[in-house]
């Protein structure tokens, strides 16, 4: 029987660290779900010791999802893994993930500590986490730029002292996949305790490597857990993608000889999932997800797929989860045809209210648009992921003129705090006007760092409009995603969206800090 490959999913931690991908705690859910559904052996919650929301979001993570290991990451210290504890206490199967900084330079510039004094620290939390939960991961952090002979006593110490994966994290995406590949297969080979524990790569992408490094670590190191993110999310240029790496093992199983858990026909949901909850949209040529990875625009191509598929197709687009846009309701379609696409969509809202208030919405737009595609309902249902108690800023109406020769003006009505605002602006164009409406209300002096729109589904004018706002304000970033078939007002909810998450401060500390 072939090795099994665990495939640990960080989208909610680490993905989550990139500028402006912070989620609420029922956007996480709803990811962890979806996570859940395409089988990833453990998914990384959050860190629960970096803020409250982060505390409950893990919590909530855990108390929900029982096929999946659900973990928390925790810095080497009492207080970090004691509230990952108690974050993890209600979960089927729970991990602590702690670590702490090994490379000669984080070591005296960032943690001003010597080398002595962070092997006796890795060894304390392992020791004090392992008395709390049976499951431990250890990542010596720029575990890769650090020196070989220390880092061996320190992973052979936390092996010792009941480390279960040990996880070697290319903190800056430095690594090159041999170098990285033979470094994993040095330690496992110097470490006389290796085989007491399953070892893990963590890569992220600066110099476009991640998933490159990640295979392998796996192939010539002999690793056997990937940590991932859904689309590549996370820091800088992101972490290694989960869809690549599985569909690499999948596709080259001759080579690689090693099964993965995973159910591939729910990676296109769950990489919609989380460009639509976090605004990052997917390149349209980012492998296995992107809208053109299945498509062939050449002749000499087309006419090979059709005659025989696998002249230039290596894997099948219905085996990672595209389908062509279905209609699948329209305005007269009930309330039970509702709720039984989203079950077969694997939407799980939690009350009958909530699925009433999607319903509502879903009626709202199968009045201004024909055919509702799977796509639309997702989007309808990730808007109904803004609590009531998120909602400070709330559009009611909006009013714009635009004309050949004129400046456009816009009128927007707002609730604020539960108070009606009527605004009115002009500018260079009607979502300018739009916006600058509502700013002259919020006075926020938020800078808008990032506009973008996107069809949510392709090929047609009559799509819904996607559009992800992304703001700037006292050193926080955030994103607002909206959706609606008239573009201005799919801008004006992203803009409101954005302000609301600005609104919710939620202080939290750095992983890496
Ligand atoms: O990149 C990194 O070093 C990390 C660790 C906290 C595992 O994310
Ligand atoms: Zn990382």
Redesign the pocket.
């Known amino acids: 029987m072939a090795d099994k490959l665990i495939i640990f999913d960080t989208t909610l931690r680490?993905g989550e660290q990139s500028p402006g991908a912070s989620m609420t705690r029922d956007e996480k859910l709803r990811i962890a779900r979806q996570l859940e559904r395409l089988r990833v052996d453990v998914i990384e919650a959050g860190f629960a010791a970096s803020s409250n929301g982060d505390f409950e979001a893990v919590k909530t993570i855990a108390d929900h999802i029982k096929e999946s290991t659900v973990c928390s990451?925790a810095r080497a210290n009492d207080r970090d893994i004691a509230r990952s504890a108690e974050a993890l206490a209600g979960a089927a199967r729970g991990r602590i993930?702690t670590?702490i900084a090994t490379s000669p330079l984080h070591m005296e510039k960032k943690l001003r500590m010597t080398p002595e004094q962070v092997l006796e620290q890795a060894k304390l939390a392992v020791r004090f986490a392992r008395n709390l939960c049976g499951d431990i991961e250890f990542?010596p952090?720029?575990g890769y730029r650090s020196e070989v002979d220390f880092l061996c006593r320190v992973l052979e110490a936390v092996i010792a002292e009941g480390a279960t994966t040990i996880?070697i994290?290319d903190?800056v995406g430095y690594a090159v996949p041999e170098l990285y590949g033979q470094f994993i297969h040095t330690l496992r080979e110097r470490i006389p305790n290796s085989d007491k524990a399953i070892w893990s790569v963590?890569c992220?992408n600066d110099l476009g490597m991640a998933v490159a490094n990640s295979l392998a670590g796996v192939k010539i190191g002999g690793a056997r857990q990937v940590e991932c993110t859904i689309n590549g999310l996370g820091e800088r240029a992101g972490n290694c993608s989960l869809e690549e790496v599985v569909m690499a093992v999948n596709t080259r199983r001759d080579y690689f000889g090693l099964d993965v858990g995973i159910d591939t026909s729910q990676i296109v949901p769950a990489s919609r999932m989380v460009s639509q909850t976090t605004g990052f949209v997917v390149q349209p040529n980012k492998a296995v997800v992107g809208a053109n990875a299945f498509a062939h625009a050449s002749g000499i191509h087309q006419d090979g797929v059709l005659k025989a598929r696998d002249t230039y197709e290596i894997m099948r687009a219905e085996d990672v989860g595209w389908s062509a846009n279905k209609i699948v309701l329209g305005k007269l379609s009930g309330r039970n045809a509702f709720k039984q696409r989203l079950q077969e969509l694997g939407v799980a809202l939690d009350s009958e209210a909530e699925i009433n208030a999607a319903f509502a919405r879903f009626k709202d737009l199968a009045d201004r648009k024909s055919e509702i595609f799977d796509e639309d309902i997702i989007a309808l249902v990730s808007d109904e992921s803004v609590t009531q108690e998120d909602e400070h800023f709330r559009l009611l109406s909006l009013a714009q003129r635009s004309e050949t020769g004129e400046r456009p003006h816009a009128r927007v009505v707002f609730t604020m705090g539960g108070h009606e605002q009527v605004a009115d602006s002009d500018g260079n164009g009607p979502v300018d006007a739009t916006l600058k409406a509502i700013e002259s209300r919020v006075e926020s002096g938020a800078e808008m760092v990032l506009y973008s729109v996107n069809a949510i589904t392709s090929g047609s004018t009559e799509s819904q409009g996607e559009v992800t706002v992304r703001l700037q304000h006292g050193g926080r970033v955030v994103n607002g995603v909206g959706n609606d078939p008239d573009i201005v007002v799919a801008s004006a909810k992203a803009y409101l969206a954005a302000l609301n998450k600005l609104h919710a401060k939620t202080e939290r500390v750095a992983?890496?800090g």
């Open positions: 680490d990451l993930h670590f990542s952090e720029d996880n994290p903190t963590h992220h992983a890496q």
